[in-house]
C-alpha cells in the first residue's frame, strides 16, 4: 500500500512538474515544447582545405554539384546572380546575372535543375544546371524566400523564422513545416540551408553557429560551431567580411563546405565532436541572437 501511495505521489509530481514546464512554456507562447526529442550533440570544426571564393559574392546558396563543381547564388539588389563555379580555383565558370530588382537567396539542385528563392518575395527560379538559362519561375507559399535544399524528393525551405519546410517540387505548395526548438526556446533566422546525409543543416543568420535538425520530426540533433573560421578571416586582415552563410555536402566523398557573405576563401572542413561540457546559457548567447527570453 506505501509504495501504492509512493509511486502515485510520484507519477502526480512527475506529471505536476511537465504540466508546470509545459505551462512555463505555453505561456511564453511559442509553440516548444519543453523537452527535447533527440539527445543534442556539439561540434567544432577545423580546416581540412581551403580554397579561393570571390570576395565579391554575398553568398546566399551554395551546393555541390559533383564534379569538384559548386553552384551559388549571390544576394543584394543590383548584384544578384547564379553561378556555377570551379572549387579548386574559385573561378566563376557561368553566371547568370538577375534583374536588378531581385535579391536571390537559397538555391538547390533536383536532378537537373537550378531552384532559387529570391528576398521579399514569393517568385523563384529555375535554371538549367549546365548553362544556368531560366527555364521558369514559381510562386512558393513561405512568408520569405531564405534557404533552400533537397533530399532528391522534396525541397526544404526556410524564410527567416524558425519554420523548417517540406515543400512540394511539383506545385511548390508547402506540404509540412515544421517549428525548431531547442531547449523550449524557438531558433529564429533559419537561413542557408543543407541537406546532409539524413539530417538538415543550417545556418543561424547572425551567428557563427550551423543547427542539425531531424527533418523526420523537426528536432535538434545538435550545433557545430564555427566561430574559428571567421576570427582567422579577421586576423588575416579582411575587415569588409560579412556573416558564415553557405553549406555544401559532396555525399560521394563526403566533404562539407562553408563559406561566407563577402568571404575571400570557402573553406573544406572537418567536424568533431567537443569534449568539454558546454555550459549552460552559451548556445543561446552564440546561436540564438533573437531568443525570446523570460525576464
Ligand atoms: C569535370 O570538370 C572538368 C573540368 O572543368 C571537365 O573537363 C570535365 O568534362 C567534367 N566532367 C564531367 C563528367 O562533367
Ligand atoms: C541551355 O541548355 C538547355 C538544355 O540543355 C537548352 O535547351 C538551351 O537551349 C541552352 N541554352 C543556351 C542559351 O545555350
Ligand atoms: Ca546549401
Same mark, same amino acid.
Given at each position: =500500500?506505501?509504495?501504492?501511495?509512493?509511486?502515485?505521489?510520484?507519477?502526480?509530481?512527475?506529471?505536476?512538474?511537465?504540466?508546470?514546464?509545459?505551462?512555463?512554456?505555453?505561456?511564453?507562447?511559442?509553440?516548444?515544447?519543453?523537452?527535447?526529442?533527440?539527445?543534442?550533440?556539439?561540434? =567544432?570544426? +577545423?580546416?581540412?582545405?581551403?580554397?579561393?571564393?570571390?570576395?565579391?559574392?554575398? &553568398?546566399?546558396?551554395?551546393?555541390?554539384?559533383?564534379?569538384?563543381?559548386?553552384?551559388?547564388?549571390?544576394?543584394?539588389?543590383?548584384?544578384?546572380?547564379?553561378? @556555377?563555379?570551379?572549387?579548386?580555383?574559385?573561378?566563376?565558370?557561368?553566371?547568370?546575372?538577375?534583374?536588378?530588382?531581385?535579391?536571390?537567396?537559397?538555391? &538547390?539542385?533536383? *536532378?537537373?535543375?537550378?531552384?532559387? !528563392?529570391?528576398?521579399?518575395?514569393?517568385?523563384?527560379?529555375?535554371?538549367?544546371? #549546365? +548553362?544556368?538559362?531560366?527555364? *521558369?519561375?514559381? +510562386?512558393?507559399?513561405?512568408?520569405?524566400? /531564405?534557404?533552400?535544399?533537397?533530399? *532528391?524528393?522534396?525541397?526544404?525551405?526556410?524564410?527567416?523564422?524558425?519554420?523548417?519546410?517540406? %515543400?512540394?517540387?511539383?506545385?511548390? @505548395? !508547402?506540404?509540412? #513545416?515544421?517549428?525548431?526548438?531547442? #531547449?523550449?526556446?524557438?531558433?529564429?533566422?533559419?537561413?542557408?540551408?543543407?541537406?546532409?546525409?539524413?539530417?538538415?543543416?543550417?545556418?543561424?543568420?547572425?551567428?557563427?553557429?550551423? %543547427?542539425?535538425?531531424?527533418?523526420?520530426?523537426? *528536432? !535538434?540533433?545538435? /550545433?557545430?560551431?564555427?566561430?574559428?573560421?571567421?576570427?582567422?578571416?579577421?586576423?588575416?586582415?579582411?575587415?569588409?567580411?560579412? $556573416?558564415? +552563410?553557405?553549406?555544401? /555536402?559532396?555525399?560521394?566523398?563526403?566533404?562539407?563546405?562553408?563559406?561566407?557573405?563577402? /568571404?575571400? @576563401?570557402?573553406?573544406?572542413?572537418? $567536424?568533431?565532436?567537443? #569534449?568539454?561540457? %558546454?555550459?549552460?546559457?552559451?548556445?543561446?548567447?552564440?546561436?540564438?541572437?533573437?531568443?525570446?527570453?523570460?525576464?
Amino acid at each position: =500500500m506505501a509504495s501504492f501511495c509512493s509511486s502515485v505521489s510520484m507519477i502526480l509530481s512527475a506529471s505536476s512538474l511537465i504540466f508546470s514546464l509545459l505551462f512555463i512554456f505555453s505561456n511564453n507562447n511559442n509553440n516548444c515544447f519543453a523537452f527535447q526529442l533527440h539527445e543534442v550533440s556539439y561540434h =567544432m570544426v +577545423n580546416i581540412v582545405n581551403q580554397f579561393p571564393h570571390d570576395p565579391q559574392a554575398y &553568398t546566399e546558396g551554395l551546393l555541390y554539384g559533383g564534379n569538384d563543381t559548386l553552384f551559388e547564388s549571390t544576394g543584394l539588389f543590383g548584384e544578384s546572380s547564379v553561378r @556555377k563555379v570551379d572549387l579548386l580555383t574559385g573561378r566563376v565558370e557561368e553566371l547568370q546575372k538577375m534583374d536588378d530588382s531581385l535579391f536571390g537567396e537559397g538555391l &538547390t539542385l533536383l *536532378g537537373e535543375r537550378l531552384f532559387q !528563392v529570391t528576398l521579399s518575395q514569393k517568385i523563384g527560379f529555375i535554371y538549367d544546371h #549546365k +548553362n544556368l538559362s531560366r527555364l *521558369g519561375t514559381f +510562386n512558393h507559399e513561405m512568408k520569405d524566400g /531564405w534557404g533552400l535544399a533537397t533530399d *532528391g524528393k522534396v525541397l526544404f525551405g526556410s524564410d527567416g523564422s524558425s519554420t523548417l519546410y517540406q %515543400i512540394d517540387p511539383q506545385t511548390f @505548395k !508547402v506540404v509540412s #513545416k515544421q517549428v525548431i526548438c531547442y #531547449k523550449g526556446q524557438q531558433v529564429q533566422l533559419l537561413n542557408e540551408l543543407e541537406y546532409v546525409n539524413g539530417e538538415i543543416w543550417a545556418n543561424v543568420y547572425m551567428t557563427d553557429c550551423i %543547427i542539425r535538425i531531424s527533418p523526420n520530426d523537426g *528536432g !535538434v540533433l545538435g /550545433w557545430i560551431l564555427l566561430q574559428n573560421l571567421r576570427e582567422e578571416l579577421v586576423e588575416e586582415g579582411n575587415i569588409g567580411i560579412e $556573416v558564415l +552563410n553557405g553549406i555544401a /555536402w559532396d555525399g560521394e566523398q563526403n566533404r562539407i563546405f562553408v563559406t561566407g557573405k563577402l /568571404w575571400p @576563401k570557402l573553406y573544406e572542413v572537418n $567536424v568533431f565532436p567537443i #569534449k568539454e561540457a %558546454i555550459e549552460e546559457g552559451v548556445i543561446e548567447q552564440l546561436c540564438l541572437p533573437m531568443t525570446y527570453r523570460f525576464t
